[in-house]
Nanobody, 125 residues
Framework: QVQLVESGGGLVQAGGSLTLSCAAS????????MGWFRQAPGKEREFVAV????????ETADSVKGRFTISRDNAKNTVFLQMNSLKPEDAARYYC??????????????????WGQGTQVTVSS
C-alpha cells in the first residue's frame, strides 16, 4: 500500500521560510518522479515543482521560481520543498505526489498516480 505523508506545514509570516517533507512508503521510490502541488480554497490544484527520479533534474513553476527549491533523498524515501520569501498568495494546502518515470509531462496532476493528504501552509501578511 502506497503512502505519501507530508509534514512541515504551518503558519509563517510573509517573508519567512518553511521546509515541507514528504515521506514515501510502499513504492519503489527511486523510480518515481516526485512533485509538489498546491490548492487554495476555491482554486484549482496547481503545479509547484517536480524532481526527477535521480534528483538530477527539477522543474519549478514560474510563480515560485527563485524562492522554492525541490530536492529528494532516495536513501530516506523523502522529498523536500524548501520555501523561502513566502508570500500571502503562497498560502494553500500542499500535496506531494508520485509519477512513474514513463510519464514525460510532470507539471500536470494527471501524470501522478499517488498523492498524499496534504499539509497546510498559512502565510500572514
Amino acid at each position: 500500500q502506497v503512502q505519501l505523508v507530508e509534514s512541515g506545514g504551518g503558519l509563517v509570516q510573509a517573508g519567512g521560510s518553511l521546509t515541507l517533507s514528504c515521506a514515501a512508503s510502499g513504492l519503489a521510490f527511486n523510480i518515481y518522479n516526485m512533485g509538489w502541488f498546491r490548492q487554495a480554497p476555491g482554486k484549482e490544484r496547481e503545479f509547484v515543482a517536480v524532481v526527477s527520479w535521480s534528483g538530477s533534474s527539477t522543474e519549478t513553476a514560474d510563480s515560485v521560481k527563485g524562492r522554492f527549491t525541490i530536492s529528494r533523498d532516495n536513501a530516506k524515501n523523502t522529498v523536500f520543498l524548501q520555501m523561502n520569501s513566502l508570500k500571502p498568495e503562497d498560502a494553500a494546502r500542499y500535496y506531494c505526489a508520485a509519477a512513474p518515470t514513463y510519464k514525460r509531462t510532470t507539471n500536470t496532476a494527471r501524470a501522478y498516480d499517488f498523492w498524499g493528504q496534504g499539509t497546510q501552509v498559512t502565510v500572514s501578511s
